[in-house]
């Protein structure tokens, strides 16, 4: 279903692609420095860096993904969304003010900030690109998936023109533009999906026939158990036949029939009641073993003419009570009344015949509201709905992946770094999760009302909302349209940026032997921009046909894996080494990616192998990789000496980026901190003293001057055997236990 | 910021972290094992599903104002009483 580009849609997409562009060039002035490119100098206001979270989080998976998939299954796009926004739970109570604290440019500053070590700066840059990729993919399909209805151009086209366009942002500005263009997107993104939902809940529900409903046909009854006999026999089919099934179709669970106009038509088959079945006119399009469509609903293919479209879907069958159309509803009256109707769901089935010809039959599954609204429908969650532990395994390991994926997309992490301090970087993910809640609450609602609305397209669940849009209003189309382009624009920047970072920064510098100038340091990065944005273009077009949704799913599953282990286990345990964060982050990110392709939805989906063959037990490795990326960070800590505090917590002569001598964390044009430190006892060692209160110098004799200190040693965390303070260095250093590092010194000694 | 500000903070957070995810646990949990259950619609006409799934949104929320409510305060300096 592609109709005619509507002029007013492509002036209002160019509009908000100039102005994203003109606040590019613009804000690109600030973003000379390395510091201003990647970072933002860390001047950007703590509300404005809240809404630029929300644009950075609500990409096309969310927008595009979530609301398609809840049109096509209900209440299982719901989880996503849940999952989701459960993950800024973890990005506000643990990772938000470390990783402020603890970084400066990259998802490896943060890592690497006890250690001076090239290994973690190599793995965890690498890890950074891996997700990054994995996020871009999904980006790009579904920028493909929106030019189509709106410009009129082929799905190649549309990944290629965000490619570029992105190419150009990220070239010519940087974090500071980025992040306002995040800004105004995140907002008119929760803005206009509030006006959207409340359109639907003003229109309320009908079961007045769409285009689909006038035109595909509804026989019968018959009985269920003389089927073929009582059709050839019915008025609707004389003169017509049953196709036989042959090849492929025998196993199809389909009718085919040719009538006496000479119209071939594929038919599924619906219960009616216990004795008797209906006959529900099925869509189909058929293919030739080149891929050349050849047939859409019994027209052929004209050479040198557009091809005959799909009907638009999506309908009420049944309202409670008998009524058609109940006016307008309230959230929960919306909600409870569409889980006692009936409504009409698309299933697809793809048919290939032994000469390689492939015909996808589209066919309609009548199913009640309450069905609609409960979780299990979905192929990914059947499982939820199967008496076997395993197969349930795959929906919680998902979840598992959603809750902890989120404080683990570098994307999100590098935004930490855009504010001045930790109290702002508190009250922006504050400022986040109030948006992202509130959109994915809409989620809701959008999805459902596409469902009902009678304009999807049923060969592609990303475009739902926008398509519900064009039902609603052409404006509301275009703009809608537009701001799900912007989207992704400024999360592809940001995914970007955030791998042109680990490219420069991580690898480059830190583990080759180049050094850069500041403005090379820019420069390099802006080429790496150039490389990755060619890279996902690529991806995008070779993933078309994926949910986008979906393939963030692998994006979570991976950082979750990757990221997360390391990052929470630096946090609060101190007997973390090196080694061990270098173990869990590639162990975790191979893990991860290997499961995934050894998987059986991508056996399916990617390769085009049986699911059967796939070599993974379920297809979400969640539930295996990132427990696995804790133990390996465990073992591999235990197994490898504990780090000397002086060595890990001295300057470093690698460092890119030498700390000032105030201390690391002090960046940009702001004033050296205050000191707040309590008295540093009388025993600190001369040569601590002389490099000034950086955690890098801070340790006496294998302890912090807190931890010198018995009257300030803060207690540990509840939980910890025996408070650390009153324990012996070497104890201490050899400690497995949770020692609450990060609640009790590092905190200081950070500073 | 003093340490003691901080640490306070974190053990907060971990509170409010702990409290979550038990939920979260318990949501993912009864849609697992007792989806038949999750469609029983207590309240509204809207099931269990649904309105659970909506209350984890809402409180994640609430918790996160309440933690930037707490947290008010920790700006640059100790509370009464507590030691710098």
Redesign the interface.
């Known amino acids: 279903m592609t109709s005619a580009p509507s002029p007013l849609a492509i002036l209002i997409f160019l509009a908000f692609v100039g102005l994203t562009l003109g606040i590019s060039f613009y804000l690109g002035r600030q973003a000379k420095s390395s510091a201003g490119y990647f970072a933002a100098h860390g001047q950007i206001p703590w509300f404005v860096n809240g809404v630029a979270f929300a644009g950075d989080y609500l990409s096309a998976a969310s927008f595009l993904g979530i609301c398609g998939m809840i049109a096509f299954y209900g ?1 299982d796009g ?2 996503y ?2 999952g989701y ?2 993950g ?3 990005a ?3 990772v938000a ?1 470390p990783m402020k604290r603890l970084g400066k440019f990259t998802f490896a500053d943060a890592l690497n900030s006890r250690f001076s070590s090239r290994g973690i700066k190599l793995s965890a840059g690498v890890s950074t690109l891996a997700v990054s990729i994995f996020y871009l993919i999904p980006q790009m399909v579904g920028a493909g998936a929106l030019v189509q209805p709106l410009l009129g151009l082929p799905h190649w086209a549309g990944v290629l023109m965000v490619g570029a366009v992105v190419i150009l942002i990220v070239v010519t500005a940087g974090m500071v533009s980025t992040t306002w263009v995040q800004f105004l997107k995140g907002g008119l993104l929760v803005a206009f999906s509030g006006v959207l939902t409340a359109m639907i809940l003003n229109r309320g529900l009908s079961t007045a026939p769409t285009a689909a409903a006038t035109q595909l046909r509804q026989w019968g009854p018959f009985a269920r158990a003389d089927l073929e006999a009582e059709l050839t026999a019915a008025p609707e089919l004389a003169g017509g036949q049953i196709v036989p099934a042959d090849d492929a179709w025998k196993s199809a669970p389909f009718l085919r029939t040719r009538e006496a106009n000479g119209k071939r038509s594929v038919w599924s088959v619906a219960p009616w009641d216990d004795r008797q079945v209906v006959l529900l006119e099925a869509q189909w399009q058929a293919v030739d073993a080149q891929g050349k469509l050849q047939e859409v609903n019994g027209q052929p293919v004209a050479d040198g003419q557009p091809p005959p479209q799909l009907l638009p879907v999506g309908r009420v069958r049944r309202l409670p009570d008998g009524v058609e159309r109940t006016g307008p509803l309230g959230p ?2 919306f ?3 569409l ?2 109707s009936e409504i009409i769901l698309w299933g697809t089935r793809k048919i290939v015949d032994s000469q390689g010809n492939a015909t996808t039959v589209y066919f309609q599954k009548p199913t009640p509201g ?1 069905q609609v ?4 429908e979905h192929p990914t969650f059947h499982g ?2 199967s008496s076997k532990l395993l197969d ?1 395994l795959n ?2 390991s998902l ?2 992946a959603l ?1 902890c994926g989120t404080a683990s997309l570098p994307h999100i992490l590098i935004r930490y770094y855009t504010v001045k ?3 702002a970087a ?2 922006s ?2 400022v986040g ?2 948006c992202i ?1 509130m959109f ?2 809409l989620t ?1 609602y959008m999805g459902l009302g596409a469902m009902t609305s009678g304009s999807m397209d049923v060969r592609d669940s990303n475009m739902a909302a926008p398509l519900l849009a064009r039902g609603l209003s052409e404006l509301l189309f275009a703009v809608i349209s537009a701001i799900a382009f912007t989207t992704v624009l400024g999360t592809v920047s940001g995914l970007i940026l955030a791998s042109a970072g680990a490219v420069t920064h991580d690898l480059l510098e830190s583990v080759s032997s180049v050094r850069l100038t500041d403005s090379e340091r820019v420069r390099v990065a802006k080429i790496a921009s150039c490389f990755i944005g060619a890279i996902s273009i690529l991806l995008g077009i070779w993933f078309k046909e994926l949910n986008v949704s979906y393939l963030v799913g692998w994006a979570f599953s991976v950082a979750a894996s990757a990221n997360l282990p390391a990052l929470v286990m630096l946090l609060f345990w101190k007997r973390t080494t090196r080694y061990g964060i270098i173990a869990a982050v590639v162990v975790g990110m191979l893990s991860s990616l290997a499961w995934i392709l050894l998987s059986a939805d991508t056996f399916e989906k990617v390769y085009g192998l049986p699911g059967e063959a796939a070599w993974a037990p379920f297809s979400q490795p969640g539930i295996v990789t990132i427990p696995l990326g804790f133990l390996t960070l465990v073992v591999a800590s235990l197994a490898t000496p504990p780090e000397p505090e002086s060595a890990a917590r001295r300057p470093s002569g690698r460092r890119a980026f030498a700390p000032t001598p105030s201390g690391p964390r002090r960046r940009g044009n702001s004033p050296p901190r ?1 000191p ?1 430190e ?1 008295a540093v006892p009388k025993a600190r060692p001369k040569a601590a003293s002389a490099a000034g209160r950086t955690r890098w110098a801070a340790s006496a004799g294998g302890r912090s001057p ?1 931890a010198a200190a018995p ?2 040693s ?1 207690r540990c ?2 939980g910890h055997g025996a408070p650390c303070g009153g324990r012996s260095p070497a104890a201490q250093a050899s400690s497995a236990c949770f020692s609450g590092w ?4 590092s ?2 000694l950070a ?1 | ?4 500000a ?2 306070r ?3 907060l ?2 509170r ?2 702990a409290a ?2 038990l939920l ?1 646990a318990g ?2 949990g009864a ?3 007792f ?1 038949d259950r ?2 029983a ?1 207590p ?5 269990w ?2 309105l659970s ?2 209350g ?3 409180t ?2 609430a ?3 309440a ?2 409510w707490m ?1 008010r305060d ?4 100790p509370r009464p009483g507590e ?2």
């Open positions: 209440y719901f989880l969304s849940i926004l459960a800024w739970i973890v506000l109570f643990v003010e929960l009256a909600l409870s009344t889980q006692r309450s609204l409960r979780p299990g939820i709905r349930k929906f919680i979840m598992l809750f301090d930790e109290a508190r009250k993910t504050i999760i109030g809640g994915y609450v809701l205050r707040t309590p807190r009257q300030a803060p965390v509840p990060y609640l009790n010194d905190l200081t500073r | 910021m003093t340490s003691t901080s640490s903070r974190a053990r957070g971990l409010l972290f979550y995810t979260y949501f993912v849609n697992a094992f989806p999750m469609e619609a309240l509204a006409g809207v099931n599903a649904v799934g909506l984890l949104i809402v994640a929320f918790l996160a104002l933690y930037g947290c920790d700006r640059g300096g030691r710098p």
